[in-house]
């Protein structure tokens, strides 16, 4: 075996195991539970050279294969620990990784992972004042050099900034969650608290090229570059289109307020400081060995995008790449292909764009879909037409366009401006040409209907199973204004019914239609009209195969536009 990984299944760990497996080492993943190897194999990583082993670092280690490099990535990272819960594993643990490593005939290098707030100290482990895991995690470092010293064990310590990357969900996740959720009335901190983050990628990069350096060297990796936490949130905030708090509280009043007033953690305070941290080690070490910091903006958009994706870890990503772009000059939720989609698919109400899901997976060639404006994760409030224009702006093929209710009537529009850009046209139960909405959109009472709705409630109202998309849904109704805007775009599709109907006679691009037979059509047409046995106004939620066939069988040859 090359190397051990302590701590495999957590967040910094697993990376890193997938990163010395790429590189194709033999490696350890020292864990309690195996739930490292499906994690692995869901991200394409051959785990031919990954041996697993069962290990508890809180109490003595053995036998455990013979390796050149141990990694402690173990810890405990929560706050509200109690004291002793925080030492067992950040504490004890950290020692007895160590007292092991010291027994291997062949050991190259013991490294220690940290934190970066470990330079901020004193030196004293204060449990009463900073909390029990950041004490732990000092109390650690200082052991740890100091039992190193002794033993003449190899050792580099790394302490990382604040890791952001796919599957970090605490921490500044928190802040970022409040944020997008519309609950964060006021910055914590002021214009020079300094929150320094790292990309989860370079730490890892970072990480494996250790071993091969000098002994003794100890590194600080975060970006120096991070800006000060108001232009940090700032940043994300635009990304995402929400908006950003304007005002901010200090750090000392926050400590004299109770925290059933203030939201915020007492432990995370001390993380809200104006402090520097010694990076020349770590930036000597990385122009070294040829490593490079993704751009700090990029990184927390990208990140950005994985917290929203997943629902801030409650929920899978259905499809890929996703993420906010700039549509019509506002942040716009878009997931597939943007450039050679055989399909582009519209939402209705008032779901999101995760309504396809079920039918995507049963599709063969690529699509686009995506949140429209001012619904679902998108911001915006502007024109809808204006907003598919620009959204099929970089499409360089003839699509099957595949609208679902209230999106027909955009739909439509763009069908008759532009049909030389499109292959087909898909008209999913258009609400223009079945039974008026319902009167509850004209009631004042409407919105905080919405608002309120549980998933499951949601799922009754719609006649659909409860399903990752209704749960979404109902999030989103529950953010800002979103409520308000899904009760005006009903208005709007009750007002247009009979310009759509007068315009699907005219317009000259192949349209079919699909509707469920729980909710037919009461307007007669001259189009072809497929209906869905057992479906109602949703069938992609309830026959997503059958939907996806008559999709496929609509997609013609896909000239370039």
């Keep these: 075996m090359d190397a ?11 990376s890193l195991v997938a990163e010395l497996l790429r590189r194709g080492q033999h490696v350890a993943a020292a864990v309690r539970n195996d739930t490292l190897t499906p994690w692995l194999a869901s991200r394409g990583v051959d785990t031919g050279s990954l041996t697993v082993v069962r290990a508890d670092i809180t109490r003595p280690l053995t036998a455990l294969p013979e390796v050149s490099d141990v990694y402690n990535t173990a810890g405990r990272y929560a706050f509200g620990l ?6 067992a594993v950040n504490v004890a643990g950290a020692l007895n990784v160590l007292e092991w490593a010291a027994s291997l005939p062949g050991l190259r290098r013991l490294v220690h992972v940290s934190g970066y707030r470990v330079s901020a100290s004193d030196g004293i482990p204060d449990y009463a004042g900073s909390g ?5 995690k000092l109390e650690a470092d200082l ?11 190899p050792l580099s310590i790394a302490n990382p900034g604040v890791v952001i990357g796919p599957g970090q969900f605490i921490g500044l996740a928190t802040l970022v969650r409040d944020l997008w959720d519309g609950r964060l009335p006021a910055l914590p901190g002021g214009p020079d608290t300094f929150v320094p983050v790292v990309a989860l990628d370079h730490l890892v990069r970072f990480l494996a090229e250790i071993p091969a350096s000098p002994a003794g060297e100890h590194h600080w990796i975060l970006d120096d570059t991070t800006p000060p936490l108001p232009e940090l949130v700032r940043t ?16 000392r009043l926050l400590r004299r307020l109770p925290s059933r007033l203030t939201g915020a953690d007492p432990e995370t305070l001390s993380f809200l400081s104006t402090d520097r941290y010694p990076t020349t080690s770590a930036r000597t070490f990385a ?43 506002s942040a716009t939720w878009v997931v597939g292909e943007r450039r050679h989609p055989a399909h582009v698919l519209l939402h209705g109400l008032p779901l999101n764009a995760d309504v396809w899901a079920p039918v995507a997976a049963h599709l063969t060639e690529p699509f686009l879909a995506a949140d429209l404006p001012g619904l679902g994760r998108s911001a915006g409030t502007h024109s809808v037409d204006a907003w598919l224009t620009d959204l099929l702006r970089p ?13 027909c009537d955009p739909a439509l529009r763009f069908a008759a401006a532009h049909p030389e850009r499109l292959g087909a046209l898909v008209l999913v139960s258009p609400a223009f040409l079945q039974r008026p909405a319902a009167r509850t959109t004209r009631s004042g009472a ?10 499951a409630r949601l799922a009754e109202a719609l006649g659909v199973p409860k399903s990752p998309a209704v749960t979404g849904a109902a999030a989103d109704l529950r953010r800002p204004g979103a409520a308000g805007r899904v009760v005006r775009a009903l208005r709007t599709t009750v007002a247009e019914r009979e310009h759509s109907r007068a315009l699907l006679a005219r317009v000259r691009v192949p349209v079919r239609i699909l509707v469920g037979s729980a909710d037919p059509l009461v307007v007669p047409v001259d189009r072809p009209v497929t209906e869905i046995a057992g479906a109602g106004h949703y069938p992609q939620l309830i026959t997503p195969a059958e939907v996806a066939h008559h999709l496929t069988i609509a997609t013609t040859p896909r000239a370039e536009a």
């Design 395 to 407: 499409v360089r093929t003839r699509p099957v366009l595949v609208a679902h209710s209230s999106a």
């Design 143 to 153: 052991a740890i050099r100091a039992r190193a010293r002794e033993s003449g064990i």
């Design 236 to 251: 994300i905030a635009h990304h995402a289109g929400v908006p950003a708090p304007r005002r901010s509280i200090p750090v």
């Design 446 to 455: 409407a919105v905080p209907m919405l608002r309120r709705m549980s998933p």
């Design 4 to 14: 051990i990984v302590f701590g495999a299944t957590g967040f910094i760990g697993r």
């Design 287 to 329: 122009a070294r060995v040829g490593l490079a910091m993704p751009p700090v903006g990029d990184a927390l958009r990208a990140w950005t995008d994985d917290l929203v994706a997943t629902r801030f870890g409650t929920a899978t990503p259905w499809a890929s790449p996703y993420g906010f772009r700039t549509v019509a000059g």
């Design 132 to 136: 029990a895991y950041e004490a732990s």
């Design 82 to 87: 109690d004291k002793a819960e925080a030492r």
